[in-house]
């Protein structure tokens, strides 16, 4: 009897230590002290014993089951906490874990910030949107605007000729002309577009880009309203610390005419290589429209008058954000277009 109590002792202890489950916990417990449980077995024969070693015998197996007992709920409190403990741990957030970024995020092209910035500055002081076509008559790209047919002016751009009358404007400026004929001043506008030169492409140049005017038609309007209009822009653009000045140049459909530039953006004025040491950059042409564009266009030129500004886009993006090559801004690379 006493050997088979230890027996089932040691078992039971044995299995306990290498149970892994609550369940197992729970099987053991059955198979021991259940209803046919091996120690259940043996209390249930103690009955055959004779009284004294019934008294005995029955002590010991008391004393084993109920060491038992405690075994197996110690056991399964272990096994419980443990289980608990690595589901916690599995379940368990980092909430100091970057965010995942689930749909990349789209931006607006560097073009397209600096044109919105350079409209929005000019609508602010009243200038509204006009448009023209991209296919223009070689008599808006050039003869209402003072280049007549044999004006050395049209070397100046190498023009993409669709027939002997009809070009892909080299500049908005024709749009200077149909405004002109299409509204009554006073007006003053903003005139986007592509235009096109025969170029072939470059760090600097390409056959296609982006151009705006700005043309205000009014009564008196002088040089102190364009260069006061241009440096509220080209704060706008490129902040309140760079400074504009108008260089005297020459176009035919202004006079007089104009080159802008600003304070260089890289060394602030004091000469770099960018600016090849002058402290400024060049940025577009300007001026104070040609009397001969009015007249052509049906406007007397005693009463009425007019300021222009023309700028590549790309230009000012490069200049703005130091890019040095247009060819970037016009082939869409999502990594370059990323840094934007
Ligand atoms: N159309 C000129 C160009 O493409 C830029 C320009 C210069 C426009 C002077 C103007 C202006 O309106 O007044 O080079």
């Given at each position: 009897m ?10 039971a ?17 059955v ?36 060491e ?24 368990s ?17 560097p ?17 509204t ?14 003869t ?6 044999d ?8 023009t ?18 149909r405004?002109?004929?299409e ?14 030169r025969?170029d ?46 108008l ?8 006079e ?36 001969h ?37 016009y ?10």
């Amino acid at each position: 009897m006493n050997k088979e109590l230890e027996r089932i002792k040691l078992n039971a202890m044995a299995a306990v230590r290498e149970a892994l489950t609550e369940a197992d916990i729970d099987r053991i417990s059955v198979s021991v002290l259940g209803r046919s449980g091996s120690l259940t077995e043996i209390l249930r024969g103690m009955s055959r014993l004779d009284k004294d070693e019934r008294a005995k015998a029955g002590q010991q197996a008391n004393e084993v089951k109920k060491e038992l007992e405690t075994a197996l709920t110690e056991r399964k409190k272990e096994l419980s906490d443990a289980f608990l403990r690595q589901r916690l741990k599995n379940e368990s957030i980092d909430v100091t874990e970057p965010g995942r970024r689930l749909l990349p995020r789209g931006r607006l092209h560097p073009m397209t910030q600096v044109y919105r910035q350079i409209r929005d500055a000019l609508i602010g002081m009243g200038f509204t949107m006009f448009n023209g076509p991209e296919v223009e008559l070689d008599d808006f790209n050039f003869t209402k605007l003072n280049v007549p047919p044999d004006h050395p002016a049209r070397d100046m751009q190498d023009t993409f000729y669709v027939s002997d009358s009809v070009v892909l404007r080299t500049h908005t400026s024709p749009c200077e002309a149909r405004a002109l004929l299409e509204l009554s001043p006073p007006f003053r506008l903003v005139i986007p577009g592509r235009v096109f030169r025969v170029d072939e492409v470059d760090a600097t140049h390409s056959p296609v880009f982006m151009q705006m005017e700005g043309f205000a038609v009014d009564r008196n309007i002088t040089l102190a309203n364009l260069k006061g209009t241009i440096d509220v822009f080209v704060k706008a653009v490129f902040g309140k610390g760079v400074k504009s000045r108008l260089r005297p140049s020459y176009f035919p459909f202004t006079e007089p005419s104009g080159e802008v530039d600003i304070s260089c953006t890289i060394c602030g004025g004091s000469g770099c290589g960018v600016c090849k040491g002058t402290g400024w950059i060049e940025i577009m042409g300007c001026g104070i429209t040609n009397p001969h564009e009015l007249e052509n266009c049906g406007y007397d030129p005693k009463e009425w008058s007019a300021l222009a500004f023309g700028l590549g886009v790309d230009r000012i993006a490069g200049l703005k954000y130091g890019i040095p090559d247009v060819r970037l801004l016009y082939e869409n690379d999502a990594r370059f277009l990323e840094q934007f």
